[in-house]
T-cell receptor, first 112, second 110 residues
Framework: DADVTQTPRNRITKTGKRIMLECSQT?????MYWYRQDPGLGLRLIYY???????NKGEISDGYSVSRQAQAKFSLSLESAIPNQTALYFC???????????FGQGTRLTVV | GQSLEQPSEVTAVEGAIVQINCTYQ??????LSWYQQHDGGAPTFLSY????GLEETGRFSSFLSRSDSYGYLLLQELQMKDSASYFC???????????FGKGTRLSVIA
């Protein structure tokens, strides 16, 4: 079955370290997203990309950067991790003209 | 900008009906979606309303009133497995991403 795969699934890192979260998809979707989930705050958009050459900031992009290496790959980087970036991170995909988004299984990141 | 309001928690009895409301404010409107998320899982798509009225999919229905900027998700014949968080989400146009509400945690009790 086509999939949205996030790696790693869990990660503990130290304050100040650079970390990359990766997302790959086999759905052939053109649009990809990174969301952050914190208890009681829902899903907040970090960055999104509607094709390989398109990168857009979301609601909470400060402290994060992204790279769309190919249509199927969208990576999220924390250049210098801080404890309040501890959260559950989700990658999602969709296809233009369709409203449904498909989510990966999430990456639980802990910054100590 | 966009904002969505939904109750933070709802508790209902197995076999009953529950309604989860969502009100939204958005500069444009391209439809209201609902997602379900079980603990430890990923959000999954439930329904989408672009036009006023009720959309039914099995035990779940979703309603939209664009004039009131309001929608709801109706779950019938509640089962224990329906215990989850439910998120409403909107897009302001076809070229903008989904913006989610903070979610409603539904607890189904025996």
């Amino acid at each position: 079955d086509a999939d949205v795969t996030q790696t790693p699934r869990n990660r503990i890192t130290k304050t100040g370290k650079r970390i990359m979260l990766e997302c790959s998809q086999t759905k052939g979707h053109d649009r990809m997203y990174w969301y952050r989930q914190d208890p009681g705050l829902g899903l907040r958009l970090i960055y999104y990309s509607f094709d390989v050459k398109d990168i857009n900031k979301g609601e909470i992009s400060d402290g994060y950067s992204v790279s769309r290496q190919a249509q199927a790959k969208f990576s999220l980087s924390l250049e210098s991790a801080i404890p309040n970036q501890t959260a559950l991170y989700f990658c999602a995909t969709s296809v233009s003209g369709n409203t449904e988004a498909f989510f990966g299984q999430g990456t639980r990141l802990t910054v100590v | 900008g966009q904002s969505l309001e939904q109750p933070s928690e709802v508790t209902a009895v197995e076999g009953a009906i529950v309604q989860i409301n969502c009100t939204y404010q958005t500069s444009g409107f391209y439809g209201l979606s609902w997602y379900q998320q079980h603990d430890g899982g990923a959000p999954t798509f439930l329904s989408y309303n672009a036009l006023d009225g009720l959309e039914e999919t099995g035990r779940f229905s979703s309603f939209l009133s664009r004039s009131d900027s309001y929608g709801y998700l109706l779950l019938q014949e509640l089962q224990m497995k329906d215990s989850a968080s439910y998120f409403c989400a909107v897009r302001s146009s076809g070229n903008t991403p989904l913006v989610f509400g903070k979610g409603t945690r539904l607890s189904v009790i025996a």
